[in-house]
């Protein structure tokens, strides 16, 4: 993604203050964050988007691909 694709989204958004969006879009404070998100997943298998984690005290189930309604109705299933 661009900069100017981020930015015309805000914009159809009606951010008020796009300057403080994007100052605030390239703010360091979110690398950590974005790192340790990308690491998890990773881990769990996902390549892309949408990607689809099911958590529970059972286990967790994960889909790297949209998963049918039946098939997230079988994973809460699984994890409860």
């Known amino acids: 993604m661009t900069d ?3 930015t015309s989204i805000a ?4 951010v008020k203050d796009i300057d403080k969006w994007n100052s605030d879009r390239e703010s360091q404070k979110w690398a950590s964050i974005l790192s ?3 690491r998890q997943a990773t881990g769990f298998g996902f390549t892309g988007t949408p990607s ?11 889909f790297a691909a949209i998963p049918s309604v039946s098939q997230i ?3 809460v299933k699984a994890v409860e």
Do not use: M, S
Request: charged letters at 35%.
């Open 73 to 75: 109705e079988a994973a």
């Open 4 to 6: 100017d694709f981020l």
């Open 52 to 62: 689809i984690l099911v958590e529970g005290p059972g286990g967790r189930k994960t």
């Open 11 to 14: 914009q159809a958004a009606e």
């Open 36 to 38: 340790r998100n990308k």
